[in-house]
């Protein structure tokens, strides 16, 4: 049995941030069941990780209780970890909405952060499989790498998202074993699916892509959606499905750019003889033209219609309201909605106030970003107010 100062299970984003206590002096060991670290960093943003967003802030979160990220992201912003990119030299470039992405590589992310681990002696073991854990005067946690016994425990381990990439409920489990409640929990940021004819309008344009704002509720997001095998998916769909819950609607504006209702009439004026499915086409790429008048609409030349059925046209294109059978779950989730509830936590700290030396860190609070950056930024600031503290 070891002794030391800090036990952080979980080396991946929130996990990396052992530097912080070890910058503090800490002796910090963090454990992870992996032959890698930060397998999560490696896959993201295409390879080139989305490692922040100029734009996080507390807004950009869902959590039960959407105040408890406030003093996390305030304590250690998204200009704080830009300052350690730019500390290591790391080219990166802004794409749309304010998301970050490193120029070369994803191992840039993942290497600076265990070069900052390594300059404060942080002791990394990997593959290390947990056989128990228990608190009696401290933490003592065994693993096949050995064992180790420290006044504080950090559950840095995540959600259940992506399983293929090593995501377990280990945190959940530590959770229910030391009394700390979870919150609902299901599958986020995902591609939605559909049945019957809607799954079947949706597979013969598998692979077409276009812009739309997609809504359920108050929430609205503008961004890229395509078409795929199983239903629908893309950023804009990524989005809502944080939002959406089964049994529910959500609805796509699918021209976002156009008054659809004045282009129609204006062109049943300016076009009467042309079809409806070409007219659409000014509007819609032909693929999409073609199938929306071939599902919806009588394909009719425009001039034969009545104002009331192109304002119709116009509606559906404009409000295209869809119930989802499902999403992909969490094989295709990027996130875990839901987790530990932030209520068993202090927001400063990420301290458990009822276990005393207990923390939890990024992904297995109750705490989710939206898509583009957020959700690493959860995990960078709350494992410095966590590191802060232990």
Known sequence: MKNTDVIIIGAGAAGLCAMRAGQRGKRVVLLDHAQEPGTKIIISGGGRCNFTNLHATPDKFFSNNPHFCISALKNYTQHDFIALVQKHKIAYHEKTLGQLFCDRSAHDILNMLLEECRAVKVDLQLAAQISDVSKSDGFTVVSSKGAW????????????????????????????????????????????????????????????????????????????????????????????????????????????NADAEGFLLERKKARPNAELKTILSEMLSQRLAQAFTGMYFNNAAIGTMTDKALKDVAKLLKQWVLTPSGSEGYAKAEVTLGGIDTNALSSKTMQAMGVPGLYVIGEAVDVTGWLGGYNFQWAWSSGWACGSSV
């Open 149 to 256: 016994h420290a006044p504080a425990l950090v559950l840095a381990t995540g959600g259940l998202s992506i399983p293929k990439m090593g995501a377990t409920d280990f945190a959940h489990r530590m959770a229910k074993r030391f009394g700390l409640p979870l919150t609902d929990i299901r599958p986020g940021l995902v591609p939605l699916t559909f049945q019957n004819e809607t799954l079947e309008f949706m597979r013969a344009l598998s692979g077409v892509s276009t812009e739309v704002i997609a809504w359920q509720g108050k929430k609205k997001f503008r961004e890229g959606m395509v078409f795929t095998h199983r239903g629908i998916s893309g950023p804009a769909i990524l989005q809502i499905s944080s939002v959406w819950r089964e049994g529910q609607s959500i609805t796509l504006d699918m021209l976002p």
